[in-house]
């Protein structure tokens, strides 16, 4: 049986915490919907209404034009191990570039990532969790290294270069405005 909350509790913010993955879903109003797993410790909780999340270079940027477009996020914790959870939260995202004047501060909350690109500030407008009974027993055995080698290899200039050729635009043509001010 689903359960709504208006924000995150104790007990969500301990869940959340123990997480090695999440998923977050994005669409704009037309053109295709996007999923995408998160991990590497990526995601802090400010408050009961709002989480940030570290977003590293890969080979599509369709959250940040999604949101630039539409603000509408979904996350989703789902628990792989111990008693049987998913937990949603919904919410009206921001899209911070490096080039933002609150980059510096919000990024203070993280470990460097090499790759980092941008960071989504999350305002909670709904928590809902469920039993997550079908879901299987997963075993977690540590993080990938492949995209922190491969984005130390291509360096800060290397990393624009990808950026410029590879994260400007979403799948369906939305500017991500990564090599811009937003």
């Not at 509790?9 to 704009?28: D, L, Y």
């Not at 599509?60 to 539409?70: F, I, K, P, R, W």
């Amino acid at each position: 049986m689903s359960k709504k909350f208006n924000e995150l509790s104790t007990k969500h913010i301990e869940f959340i915490e123990q997480q090695k993955i999440f998923f977050v879903g994005t669409a704009a109003a037309n053109g295709t919907v996007n999923i995408s797993p998160k991990g590497y410790g990526s995601l802090k909780v400010l408050s009961p209404n709002r989480i940030i999340w570290l977003n590293v270079t890969g080979s599509g940027n369709e959250t940040s034009a999604h949101v630039q477009l539409n603000p509408r996020m979904t996350m989703m914790f789902t628990s792989f191990d111990g008693s049987p959870v998913t937990l949603r939260i919904y919410g009206k995202a921001t899209v911070i570039h490096k080039l933002d004047e609150e980059w510096e501060d919000l990024n203070s909350h993280f470990e460097q990532i090499v790759g980092a690109r941008q960071i989504f500030d999350l305002a909670i407008e709904l928590v809902q969790t469920s039993c997550g009974m079908s879901i299987p027993y997963f075993e977690y055995k540590g993080e990938r290294d492949t995209q922190i080698k491969w984005a130390t290899k291509k360096g800060e200039v290397g990393l624009r270069e990808f950026w410029g050729e590879e994260n400007q635009q979403s799948i369906d043509g939305f500017p991500t405005n990564i090599l811009e001010k937003s």
